[in-house]
């Protein structure tokens, strides 16, 4: 059985991951950093409480022996990592220095994804976004992320650690409680006037996280593994004003919407991805954003309403 290990098991895209791997066959070892209950254990052989950078890592590559590792641990907040930079380098560049090395000690054929960001490329001078386009950073996540994907590309030349980079977009889908989707329908069910920063002509491209899982199983598959980059999206750009106009039809609200003009350090303008690398692996985004949006909101309402 082949069987791949996930840092970060226990976050949003980690608990997607898992499941994709199981249903299609595969032993998922998981290490996170919530208590076992707070674990998807059914999609678990084994799960390992865990923070990073650990020694314990090593005893567990050594046991574990995976085909694959998906690093999925670290933040995802560019806001706080501009209040907290030293805390979003620790959790960025140091843990993926230390997943590196230790697979390079231990299980030295084993084939990393590498989780980044659409974040390293900034404020991009040309739309759609394609993997060679120059990495322009304006957060320190994203300066974080591409430090990270250098080091990918270091062990991949130096020591011939097979190594894949995944640049996901806006990720989103249920179980996500940040960021611009959890962040208007929050305020949408909770406020009398739905006041958001920005302008509201702000762009990005979003991808389910079963769309996300999905594409790293066919990575994991069938990538050369050669420290090469793909983006990870829908191939679609959504203004946020058109974004928050279909969100609030699918909860069936009828409030002021104020946009405040101010756009926040760090915060890029228009995101669209070419995707025509990761779809040359057979991948295709099977949830638009129509329908995932449905699925989305029903979910926030629970959380929010608790019905």
């Known amino acids: 059985m082949k069987i791949v290990l996930i840092t970060g098991v226990t976050g949003f895209l980690g608990r997607y991951i898992a499941r994709q791997f199981t249903q299609t066959g595969w032993e998922v070892?998981?290490?996170?950093?919530?208590?076992?209950?707070?674990?998807?254990?059914?999609?678990?052989?084994?799960?390992?409480?865990?923070?990073?950078?650990?020694?314990?890592?090593?005893?567990?590559?050594?046991?574990?022996?995976?085909?694959?590792?998906?690093?999925?641990?670290?933040?995802?907040?560019?806001?706080?990592?501009?209040?907290?930079?030293?805390?979003?380098?620790?959790?960025?560049?140091?843990?993926?220095?230390?997943?590196?090395?230790?697979?390079?000690?231990?299980?030295?054929?084993?084939?990393?994804?590498?989780?980044?960001?659409?974040?390293?490329?900034?404020?991009?001078?040309?739309?759609?976004?394609?993997?060679?386009?120059?990495?322009?950073?304006?957060?320190?996540?994203?300066f974080h992320k591409s430090m990270s994907e250098q080091l990918c590309k270091e062990f991949f030349k130096l020591y011939q650690l097979p190594a894949a980079i995944v640049r996901v977009f806006s990720a989103y889908g249920p179980g996500l409680r940040r960021q611009v989707l959890w962040d208007v329908c929050q305020k949408a069910l909770t406020q009398p006037v739905l006041k958001l920063r920005g302008t509201g002509q702000e762009s990005r491209d979003f991808i389910h996280a079963s769309d996300i899982a999905h594409a790293l199983y066919l990575i994991a598959n069938w990538a050369p593994f050669e420290a090469e980059v793909y983006n990870l999206a829908s191939g679609v750009e959504t203004t946020i004003q058109i974004l928050v106009t279909q969100i609030l039809h699918e909860l069936d609200l009828t409030i002021p919407l104020e946009f405040d003009g101010q756009v926040p350090i760090g915060t890029p303008l228009n995101w669209c991805a070419d995707i025509k690398r990761i779809q040359s692996l057979g991948f295709q985004s099977e949830v638009p954003l129509e329908r995932g949006l449905q699925v989305f909101t029903q979910w926030c309402r629970a959380e929010i309403r608790g019905w």
């Open 29 to 142: 070892v998981g290490i996170g950093t919530r208590p076992l209950e707070n674990a998807p254990q059914q999609d678990l052989s084994h799960y390992y409480r865990l923070v990073l950078p650990s020694p314990d890592l090593a005893m567990i590559v050594q046991q574990v022996q995976p085909q694959v590792c998906i690093h999925c641990a670290g933040r995802a907040s560019v806001e706080l990592s501009v209040s907290d930079p030293a805390s979003d380098f620790q959790a960025s560049v140091s843990i993926t220095f230390h997943l590196l090395d230790t697979l390079r000690l231990y299980a030295p054929t084993c084939r990393l994804i590498y989780l980044s960001s659409a974040a390293v490329y900034g404020n991009p001078t040309i739309v759609p976004i394609s993997e060679s386009q120059v990495s322009e950073p304006i957060s320190p996540y994203g």
